[in-house]
């Protein structure tokens, strides 16, 4: 396949960018504009599969994210129940509710954050989101032994309030309220086996009093405004961060029905559009506990595409702030793919930090996945990511076309 019929199919990919972009704007979780991007992902995948699918579920849009604003008002709580506890009045029973609350607050951020888990959806307000699934195949006359999956997120996220207006400050925000986070769980802690035990700690009842001034206001701060509310779809347009993703998928889908030789034999191709990927992975989490089952059975496989931006394809080989480890084997696959095409790529672990990508729902059900991305962390995120600056003009035509590069040579190899 040519160079010129590749950079035909990323335009195309960059057209569908353009058009969501102009046409829906922002999609934020659970939002109705995150609707009407899925259903132009809909629109272009019926012309290119064989058969389009929705699947509805419902999460909780501010669970995620949320527990920036939730811990604000919690430290506030904890710190009250504290000085609380230095009166005579049940010093006891306020210093296990000022503890109890910090840690609360810790295991929040822990499993929400750095695990991806459910830990506070139950008591927020449910929404409806859409995965957007487009078949191909397998080839007339064989049956499907092998599910191979390509997939984005059509959803937008939030804008980061303080990476959009402080910049490298953002750094100082997320570091100022998680270390609020924590000397409130070690203080409370020490200030709890005091009273417990009837022990002395006016220095750290004084650490405490001098922080109430300084780092647990600014953390407060820091978290009830660490985003925007979201209404009308948000703020961010979501070009790269993850049309670009998404497209590509849906130009895989061309390439297949214009070059339908390359289609793998006994496979089945599933080109998938998640929703709230930007509420952590809900629906990438629901597709898979939805099909965990037939997805086992076909052996099944997906490649992810997120944040494509740059010319040169980073290869995830972990996931969830590299806590999660892909199968060494299928990421093997896809860099010998990558070399093969002769584009720039590298192997990577993923960042702590960045939370993670559609592909750890699969992971961490024990399928096989990884994700291609090309965003640069520190000048991306400084540029444009999480904020109204995702636009499409971003986005750089020879980055979708080595992901398609990439993917023509994996497929020529798959199953083989």
């Not at 390439?255 to 929703?275: C, M, N, Q, W």
């Not at 506990?289 to 496989?301: F, N």
Request: aromatic share 12%; hydrophobic share 45%.
């Amino acid at each position: 396949m040519n160079t010129l019929n590749i950079h035909e199919h990323a335009e195309y990919a960059y057209s569908i960018i353009k058009k969501i972009c102009e046409e829906v704007g922002p999609g934020c979780p659970g939002s109705p504009q995150e609707r009407a991007r899925a259903m132009i992902v809909k629109d272009e995948l019926e012309k290119v599969t064989n058969n389009v699918a929705f699947e509805n579920f419902t999460f909780a849009p501010n669970a995620f994210l949320g527990w920036y604003r939730l811990s604000g008002g919690l430290i506030i709580f904890s710190l009250v129940c504290f000085y609380l506890s230095l009166l005579n009045t049940a010093p006891l029973a306020f210093a296990i509710l000022a503890f109890g609350v910090a840690l609360l607050i810790f295991l929040i951020m822990e499993f929400e954050f750095l695990y991806s888990r459910e830990f506070t959806d139950r008591f927020y307000k449910k929404r409806g989101s859409t995965n957007v699934i487009g078949r191909i195949g397998p080839k007339e006359g064989d049956e499907t032994k092998r599910i191979l999956i390509f997939s984005g997120h059509h959803d937008s996220a939030l804008q980061f309030t303080w990476l959009r207006h402080l910049k490298s400050g953002f750094y100082v925000t997320v570091m100022v309220t998680a270390v609020a986070v924590m000397v409130l769980v070690v203080s409370t802690a020490i200030h709890l086996i005091s009273v417990a035990f009837s022990l002395i700690d006016a220095w750290n009842v004084s650490f405490v009093t001098v922080l109430s001034w300084t780092v647990f206001p600014a953390g407060i701060i820091f978290g009830m405004f660490f985003t925007e509310r979201g209404h009308d779809g948000g703020r961010v347009p979501g070009a790269v961060d993850n049309l670009s993703g998404v497209t590509l998928a849906i130009a895989v889908a061309r390439v297949l029905k214009a070059y339908p030789d390359i289609h793998p034999p006994y496979t089945e191709i599933r080109i998938i559009s998640f929703g709230a990927e930007e509420a952590s992975v809900r629906g990438s989490r629901a597709y898979v506990h939805r099909h965990l089952a037939e997805l086992k059975d076909h052996d099944a496989v997906c490649i992810n595409f997120e944040s494509i931006v740059h010319p040169e394809i980073i290869i995830y080989k972990s996931d969830l702030n590299g806590s999660l480890k892909f199968d060494l084997k299928t990421v093997a696959t896809v860099a010998e793919a990558a070399k093969q095409a002769g584009v720039p790529y590298s192997v990577k672990p993923f960042s702590f930090g960045g939370a993670g990508t559609d592909a750890l729902s699969f992971g961490r059900a024990g399928l096989k996945a990884t994700s291609l991305c090309s965003l640069k962390p520190r000048s991306d995120l400084l540029s444009f990511y999480h904020q109204e600056f995702d636009t499409p003009d971003k986005v750089n035509l020879v980055a979708l076309q080595n992901v398609l590069q990439i993917v023509i040579e994996y497929l020529k190899a798959f199953n083989h």
